[in-house]
């Protein structure tokens, strides 16, 4: 392949991905996901079974990952991440979170004044979208949005690209991305998920969210069709063929 060597990711003064406990890793600053053996159990079935295409490619390879909120996306692109790179392969992980149009606090805000902001409208898709091609155009490194959730602000960051084979890229809409080589689907609902999303804990759970993840599950639902590998509720992986 064109694109081999360790993966760099400038982030400022704190790592997005710093390990501050076995299985623990902040990604998005301020947010806090939880890797177990079923996410890196199943993320290597995926690139056992991909990685020849990985290899064949002559240029970046892309891979989406989706899902409802609190299904393992984070943790599944992080476990591919290390799945690739203990097979040589390197990879840079890319968070649909850090592409939401306002950050958290006001995007709650305006969920709650108009519940039609409720969707693909709150995230900026077609830039991360641009940022895959970028990426497979065999860009050096992207200048894209990162999320201080603590904070609740949206600065700017410098990813580099150099070493990087493969770029994942994980959220609730990104099967929506054109830019993308294999997607990979979640199949878990809001109530299979919520014990994981009490885990993260990253908000406090109220009827209106409940409301919109049954909103939001009504349009991720869709997306199923639309993938190349599916995770089931039980995290066993089923390869789509055809």
Same mark, same amino acid.
């Given at each position: 392949?064109?694109?081999?060597?360790?993966?760099?990711?400038?982030?400022?003064?704190?790592?997005?991905?710093?390990?501050?406990?076995?299985?623990?890793?902040?990604?998005?600053?301020?947010?806090?996901?939880?890797?177990?053996? @079923?996410?890196?159990?199943?993320?290597?079935?995926?690139?056992?079974? #991909?990685?020849?295409?990985?290899?064949?490619?002559?240029?970046?390879?892309?891979?989406?990952?989706?899902?409802?909120?609190?299904?393992?996306?984070?943790?599944?692109?992080?476990?591919?991440?290390?799945?690739?790179?203990?097979?040589?392969?390197?990879?840079?992980?890319?968070?649909?979170?850090?592409?939401?149009? #306002?950050?958290?606090?006001?995007?709650?805000?305006?969920?709650?004044?108009?519940?039609?902001?409720?969707?693909?409208?709150?995230?900026?898709?077609?830039?991360?979208?641009?940022?895959?091609?970028?990426?497979?155009?065999?860009?050096?490194?992207?200048?894209?949005?990162?999320?201080?959730?603590?904070?609740?602000?949206?600065?700017?960051?410098?990813?580099?690209?150099?070493?990087?084979?493969?770029?994942?890229?994980?959220?609730?809409?990104?099967?929506?991305?054109?830019?993308?080589?294999?997607?990979?689907?979640?199949?878990?609902?809001?109530?299979?998920?919520?014990?994981?999303?009490?885990?993260?804990?990253? @908000?406090?759970?109220?009827?209106?969210? @409940?409301?919109?993840?049954?909103?939001?599950?009504?349009?991720?639902?869709?997306?199923?069709?639309?993938?190349?590998?599916?995770?089931?509720?039980?995290?066993?992986? @089923?390869?789509?063929?055809?």
């Amino acid at each position: 392949m064109a694109f081999t060597g360790a993966t760099e990711i400038a982030a400022g003064p704190l790592p997005r991905a710093a390990v501050s406990e076995p299985n623990r890793l902040r990604v998005m600053r301020g947010d806090i996901i939880l890797v177990d053996e @079923e996410h890196r159990r199943a993320a290597g079935l995926i690139i056992d079974h #991909l990685i020849d295409d990985i290899t064949s490619t002559d240029r970046r390879f892309t891979i989406t990952v989706a899902g409802e909120s609190g299904s393992g996306k984070s943790e599944t692109g992080q476990a591919l991440k290390e799945a690739l790179e203990a097979r040589g392969v390197g990879a840079v992980v890319l968070q649909q979170d850090d592409y939401y149009v #306002l950050p958290p606090k006001f995007n709650d805000a305006a969920r709650r004044a108009n519940f039609a902001w409720v969707g693909t409208t709150e995230v900026r898709l077609d830039l991360l979208d641009a940022h895959l091609e970028q990426a497979r155009s065999g860009a050096s490194a992207i200048e894209k949005p990162l999320v201080i959730y603590e904070d609740n602000r949206i600065e700017e960051e410098t990813v580099s690209l150099d070493g990087a084979d493969v770029v994942i890229a994980e959220g609730v809409y990104t099967t929506l991305c054109d830019h993308v080589d294999r997607r990979v689907f979640i199949d878990r609902n809001r109530l299979e998920t919520l014990e994981h999303r009490m885990k993260r804990g990253r @908000e406090e759970f109220d009827p209106f969210i @409940e409301d919109v993840l049954v909103e939001e599950h009504g349009i991720i639902s869709q997306h199923r069709d639309r993938a190349d590998v599916i995770i089931t509720r039980d995290y066993d992986v @089923e390869f789509v063929t055809g």
